[in-house]
């Protein structure tokens, strides 16, 4: 049976999570708990482009098409997602694959296409904005990934513990609460509106409860401290969320919590750890990941202007800067009322 191409809705399609779960490139951000919760939470469309074969799913560029009074109509392969990175059997089914859904975006008067992650499919392959990746091996024993962490780190997660640090791991609607206190608290400090909380819940209804992830927190003096969200397929598991308050930041609390998660894969028989995607100018965040021991690798994000044919650079300005400095000093409820308006324009 020859190829078929297509675009079709992964929330609707027979066996989707079966056909990502059987491609070596499929990831947890191509499956349908993480379209679910892009769509029910931001209202967005999915137009997954695909190339299937006698069942078996070939190629694959999924897109959320994104329709907003501010933004515009344009394509995202992934809102939200670290990476999303397309495949194909070989370059020349993968840069058809991006050609279709450029033609689907003329139709559909997209400004844009926005991929993130892979190789660039357009003859300039030039990316728009370069992040970089962390993956950590954990096709070791607990005592070899422990000793390939940096001396500093290894006696954070020492000091933590016995400093009086405990840490629980859960998917329970508590944790979830709790985490997004933090959550709201460390955005603050960061200068951005956090994610409105009905995107969290609908990560802990689509994502959590399918026992594709869990919530790791940590308590100081019977209070809670720090707090993660991880997420995982396959044999992989990906770091997507972490937050703190100061208490947290001065026990140590990020790094043990940090190193339950990875032992719980490591004993869960996990191969990979991915820490997410780093702006490679935030030094702070970057050297932290680094302290685990893992490799870096770029993440180069590719957008392309449709009207004129042709791939954007993309770069933060001072407007960026100016409005940390404002999400910084506002009070968190009305920084919850920001975030929960703005974030389903921006993707």
Known sequence: ??????????????????????HPAGSFFHTTPWARVLVESYGYRPVYFTVVENGTLQALLPVMEISSVFTGRRGVSLPFSDYADPFGADEERYRALASRAVQYGKEKRWSTLEIRGGKCPWPERMSSREFLGHRLDLARSEKEVFSSFRTNMQRNIVRAGKDGVKVEISDSTEFMEAYYRLHCITRKDHGIPPQPLRFFRKVQEHVLRRGMGFIVLATFRQAVVAGTVFFHHGRKAIYKYGASNDAGKQCRANNLVMWEAIRWYLREGFTEF?????????????????????????????????????????SAGEAAGYLSRYYRKIPIPISRVVGTLIYRHIG
């Open 274 to 314: 991915c820490f997410g995607r780093t702006e490679g100018e935030n030094k702070g965040l970057r050297e932290y990941k680094r302290g685990y021991g893992p490799q870096e690798y770029p993440l180069p994000y590719y957008k392309y202007d449709i009207a004129r044919n042709r791939s954007i650079d993309e």
């Open 1 to 22: 049976m020859p190829p078929v191409s297509g675009t079709v809705n992964p929330l609707v399609e027979p066996g989707w999570d079966d056909m990502v779960a059987a």
